[in-house]
């Protein structure tokens, strides 16, 4: 499939839209987010009410922000949240009162380490307040007098949302693409992942025919995949073929495959595949918790195949959850990379199918069917012909494509001719 | 076994009477040479009809030439098939009339990059005819004038054939020698073949006993296993254990193994051992299309256990398909030494059984049987006690003699006594 | 567990008051050591009577011996063995007469590469008399004149013995600890053994409970084991999880894990897991048969998850099997360590079960189970939480603590606190 070029600038365009939105795992800043990707795909947007019981987990209520700032005793407006919604711990309860410095000072998070970064922190569960600052500005707080902490949130009965497409094909085999949408402004973590998710959405809808149903998800991470799962899981058993979740997609590391909990499934076999034989350097990690939805997915009672594509993983470079994590952090062109990787992988689902040689006992004569050369000298260029006979001699049922083009080390997409030539024939 | 020294010299013997005959896959050269064979070995000689339909193929007309060759303008006669019967496109349709350079052009055949070589070219499927010169020859040619070629060639129903034999042993379990016998002069592809297969054989028929059954075939390559194959296939799905194809065993290149496709077959498993332990360089590689009769054997349909041990390989070697794959290109001793290896493949094939060890519970007291020396002192060599002891140790009936012998990193052949002392002690 | 401080005195004081009983494969002896060693802990002496068949074998007389020596031509006493217990061939015959030097010479045990050591020789299943003495002391011997030797045995109808104890657990599932008892004054072959068995059985009677039960066994090698595999064989095959043969334990060499014929036994997972998060440099060995009573236990009839942890194993150093072989070569310390460690490979057999995650749709939500920290910022310490989340993660009833424990490359006794919450909160 030919590279699109326009789509890094489709990326940032909708980058910088999203960017400014304060998202969470409920409340207007989600649907916000989710209204404007319909714009690029057809989103369903899904809703789970507060206090219904998902697995063992309950739906929280839902939480909505207007403004939040401290007020210092020496005149300033300091971690405002209008400036940067990381400046309010994510579902902090209303507050509204003057407090000292030693009280102040237990809700507030800043990191020494680094010392220019505003830290992400949250508190779903646990009903708290707090306030995330530079570690720089900490320093200049006096540590005296009386300060004024405001946050105009609310907490109410309400609901969880996540948004939801499918993209059908000819058969009900379907491959997943997961993505979480639920953090305020951070780039790598978390757009990268719902810009790449969307377009690849395009991507795969200008395919000229599908094989496969391909279904895409928005949700908050944890609970709003939980809740997702409750209601899909069932069907996924059933149908799942592979599955992805796309996260710290737009940084420049090189790319990073971890694989299902499974190892070896499609999932795994066709990302690994495409790294493989991509030229590119790249890294396999094997399923490990500390991750994101594949937590869920892979749990033991879902046991999905399904892996993750990244590039620098969560937690493996610095900017992660804090304030640097920015449009600075990311490239357009490597976010764009990755999603041709992700149509390349789904190419290799296409195709990867356990194809059966008609003409089993011998080889089929190729030439009355036009597809031998006439004649063979010294210096005929073999690797054609050969591919061909390689495909006829290993499609006996047991090996899929992948393993046919792997017994010969090369990538299952140069088969694709061969396979229309063998179909045509009634080789196959 | 004691090698066998006189072999190089009847080796060459035969060569030098087998090497000008002109062969194809049918025709007067092919039964000439299964005639001279039957001196080596009691062949049957079989025969298919032209028309004769074998799975997917057509067994084609029979193919006989009486002479060829080109008159040049400047007076010359050149490309003689006397002098050199590569000269001739093989299966040439016949062809008696004066051309001009441009057409001649597209009837011959050279390689620029081996200026000295004539290429070995054939057109059995299409009605062509032309000749094979060496490049520096064909820059002598004139541009100009009327030149007139001959092919004093005939393409008339007839017949294909094969010869065959069987060495009966105590069972049914079959090993198969296969080689191809089709191309005309050349040495290591393809004469080498068909003389290790005739004087194995003789090796082979000297054995003082045989559990095993061997056949051996000689027939044109690809064709003659087809409808070899069409006969004896479900024979050889029933009975063969191990089979191997014999070409390109005679220049002086390291051993190389190609595996059966299905890779750990028990003629994998023989041959590979005796080359690991030859203490000699060698290759295993991979089944490959790029190859000989082992894609029919190892076709879907089939898939016998049938791999191939050569020295160098077709198309790895310069000299491939031309006429410097002479006698200067190979060694009647290394061709001599395939066959000893050959041998002792038989020979682990012959000993690879599933013993049974008839005192199963602890060890048998060796000392009452007198399979223990008296005393054990610290320096006594305890190499042969440990042998016939970890013999006993392993054969419960999971672990043939390969595995029992890989155990200790040691050769399977090893164990011949030890297997004579404990059958004799009813261990076994 | 606790390292035990008070272990290497303790080792000691036995080493030294088993170190001179003569003990062979029968005889007071060998009932004196097992009667010392029910002060450690409580055997039950068992016996076979003389003539009885124990499979293949039959149990011989019992031996005896009060004196023996050897008086020379020039009036010296030699080979004394109330000096030395390894001067008469053990298992010899009475003799009493005089002898030329020629025929004494047929009876002298040397060894010229080691000049100071005495070899230890046995003769159980042939009638003979002989004695053993240095190189350097046959050098002085008179090669004329008359000598007299005298060996003051018996061998008559007796019982053979073995001391046998189990400590029971809450399971019939059973781990054996097996170490022979029949060797003279030898020290790291063999009194480690026996004395790293007994005090094991005092580390494993200190635990607060076990979920397995252990056998303890000291029976004389071979022919003991072989009357015990007679009588507890059929038992055995059916519960035992684990099996162990201690020997040479006590010498200053890395420990070397001597794997049974399975290869990946409970015994071997256990021991392997705890050599390779030790730390420390150690070995992993196949089954060989060069070597002790695994022999038997893994003879193709029982074919018991049998293995060996040890330092040096026997015929790797020098002083094997002579009087070289005392208590200068081995260190208290070391056997100590050795026992821990096969304390520790308990802990992990008992540890490692299947367990099963009782909420397997997701990952449970600890935050209300107490079990997850309440905000999450960058700088927290995942890795307990992330352990925790693993395990629940891989409690599928398909991988064991030791699967577990080594998808993260860590011991599976860092789970022990984990399991223990899990468990309370109902998650497992």
């Not at 987010?33 to 714009?39: D, F, T, V």
């Not at 879902?302 to 992660?320: A, D, I, K, W």
């Not at 149509?343 to 990867?352: G, K, S």
């Not at 050969?386 to 494509?401: A, E, I, V």
Request: glycine share 6%.
């Amino acid at each position: 499939m030919q590279e699109n070029k326009a789509l890094p600038l489709q990326l940032e365009h909708y980058f910088d839209r999203l960017w400014p939105i304060c998202r969470s795992i409920t409340g207007e800043g989600l649907r916000e987010s989710l209204r404007m990707l319909r714009e690029i795909l057809p989103l369903e947007i899904h809703e789970v009410t507060t206090g219904k019981q998902v697995f063992d987990w309950t739906i929280p209520s839902e939480w909505n922000i207007q403004d939040a700032y401290i007020l210092s005793p020496d005149g300033r407006r300091i971690a405002e949240f209008k400036k940067n919604n990381l400046h309010v711990v994510n579902y902090s309860i209303p507050v509204n009162k003057k407090v000292t410095w030693e009280e102040l000072e237990k809700h507030l998070h800043h990191i020494p380490e680094i010392p220019n970064a505003i830290p992400y922190i949250t508190s779903y569960y646990a009903a708290k307040w707090g306030f995330c600052i530079s570690h720089e500005e900490w320093l200049t707080l006096p540590r005296e007098g009386e300060y004024t902490v405001v946050i105009d949130s609310s907490l109410q009965e309400g609901v969880l949302n996540w948004g939801e497409c499918v993209l059908p094909g000819e058969t009900e085999e379907e491959v997943l693409f997961s993505t979480y949408l639920c953090h305020p402004s951070m780039a790598n973590n978390e757009l990268s992942g719902p810009l790449a998710t969307a377009f690849l959405y395009q991507q795969l809808a200008a395919l000229p025919k599908r094989r496969l149903t391909y279904r895409f998800l928005f949700a908050p991470e944890t609970i709003g995949v939980i809740a997702f799962l409750h209601e899909r899981g069932e069907h996924l058993k059933k149908h799942l073929t592979a599955g992805y979740v796309l996260t710290c997609c737009g940084d420049s590391g090189q790319m990073t495959y971890k694989r299902s909990k499974h190892r070896h499934s499609a999932a795994d076999r066709a990302a690994e595949h495409i790294l493989k034989h991509s030229g590119k350097p790249h890294r396999i990690i094997e399923f490990a918790v500390g991750g994101s939805d594949e937590r869920q997915y892979c749990s033991p009672g879902f046991n999905l195949p399904v892996g993750s594509l990244m590039r620098t993983p969560y937690q493996q470079y610095r900017e992660y959850h804090t304030s640097l994590d920015n449009k600075e952090l990311i490239s357009f062109q490597a976010l764009s990379e990755i999603i041709h990787t992700y149509t390349a992988i789904c190419q290799v689902l296409e195709a990867n199918q356990l194809f059966v040689n008609q003409i089993p006992f011998c080889e089929p004569q190729l030439g009355k069917r036009g597809l031998y050369p006439s004649s063979v000298d010294p210096v005929f260029n073999r690797s054609e012909l050969h591919r061909l006979l390689h495909f006829l001699s290993f499609t006996d049922g047991t090996k899929d494509l992948i393993d046919i083009a792997e017994w010969r080390n090369e990538s299952a997409l140069l088969y694709d001719d061969i396979i229309r030539k063998c179909s045509n024939a009634g080789l196959i």
